[in-house]
């Protein structure tokens, strides 16, 4: 079974005292097709983590300051909506508070007016785990700590750059994204156990193809990848390097495939 809980503090984060409390993986880059499939990635990786784990943590999923909500999926909530949620330690503003005149014996009654809002002096915490009665034979046991950094689960998405561009530093960007975009697909395989195979194809046909072939940019010919060289075609002259050495020629793989597979000279 899932349980999420919800806790509203005034000093801290809460965790568990009986069970261990870890954090949800966070901060990795991943795919940018996983956007539009967030929400089978997250079940994956939150089942994945609890494999890894044994059923047998408690997780630490958002934790986050009120009186610093930046950024915020939604509005904070206000005063009169924690008092409603059984904070107590939040009271309403002092002209809220005065005392109702009586007039002809009868009390009169205010409008209904909202608190104003602004920081609140409340800790917000959101714990999730997954349990069975063999690995969680105890009721939950919790405690206040003085914690009070923030933490939530971020994945990240990067859009590589598709405009035009000449210059060196470009080149190198461009020649690196194939590396990025597989470093990408083994972050979503070891967080979800997806197979990576999977993943590559998927994302080859959102352009982040991760043997070059398939990137939104251009990336090295097959034959620069073949011999480790940048910046120059076959049979084209490589300049001198800076220790002053004869210009070299770089191989045509080509003719290096034929003189490989040619029959020996009787």
Known sequence: QELFVYMLTKDGRVETT???????PTGQDIPLYVKEEFGDFYKAMFSQQVKKDGMHAVYLEYAWNMNNCDPCAADPLSKEELRELGVFWVQPPPELQKPVPF??????????RPWPGG???VFVTRLHLRYNAANFPEDLKFQETKDRSNFQGRYVLRHPWKGESSCEAATRYRQGLPKKFD???QNLAH??????TNIRTKMAANGQGVDGGDSPVNPLPWYQQLWGQQNTAPGNTLNPNPGGQPPTQLPNPMEWFQ????????
């Open 103 to 112: 007039r002809n014996g009868r009390r009169i009654m205010p409008p209904r």
């Open 119 to 121: 920081a609140q002096p």
């Open 259 to 266: 003189q490989l597979w040619a029959p020996p000279a009787k």
């Open 191 to 196: 967080l979800t156990g997806w197979d990576i």
């Open 183 to 185: 470093k990408q697909a």
């Open 18 to 24: 009986n069970y261990r409390t870890t954090k949800i």
